[in-house]
Structure formats: C-alpha cells, structure tokens
C-alpha cells in the first residue's frame, strides 16, 4: 500500500484492497497449489505472508472508510441504541 495508502476515496481503495486479497487466493488455486509455504516465481515472500500483507491493507482500508463515515458503535445486533 506504501505512501498512497490515505490517497483517494476510502471505499475504493477498500474495493481495491479486497480485490488483491482475491488475487493472492485465486492464484494459488488456478496453480493448483495449496501450499501456503511457498514463494512464487518472483516474489520473494510466500503465499501467507502474501496474503497476511494484503490482509493488513483490507484492514486499514476499512477502518479509514469508517472513520470517513464517523460511524457509531454498535452492539452485537448491528445496532447502535440510537438507531433503536
């Protein structure tokens, strides 16, 4: 994600971050490889740390998108009281 990572509309770098999420599972799965151990051609990183970094950009994209909506907290049924 590096020095763009607070770049641009929050909900689209979120969308973008998912889709590398994506991209990591699907090219495991399309090598047929199930083995998370493994560093592809190129990369000097394996696949779970591959996936544990984009993982991280899902996460920090999502907490910007929620403090961008100021969003309340909620309860465990998905509601705040004030919604109530």
Do not use: H
């Amino acid at each position: 994600m590096g020095q763009f990572k607070d770049v641009g509309d929050a909900a689209l770098a979120l969308a973008e971050e998912c889709a590398e999420v994506i991209q990591v599972i699907a090219k495991m799965k399309r090598f047929e490889q199930d083995n998370w151990n493994e560093i592809p051609p190129g990369q000097i990183k394996s696949r779970w740390e591959l996936l544990k970094y984009e993982m991280d950009d899902v996460m920090y994209q999502w907490d910007r998108l929620k403090l961008s909506l100021s969003e309340p907290e909620y309860d465990g049924a998905g509601f705040t009281e004030q919604d109530r």
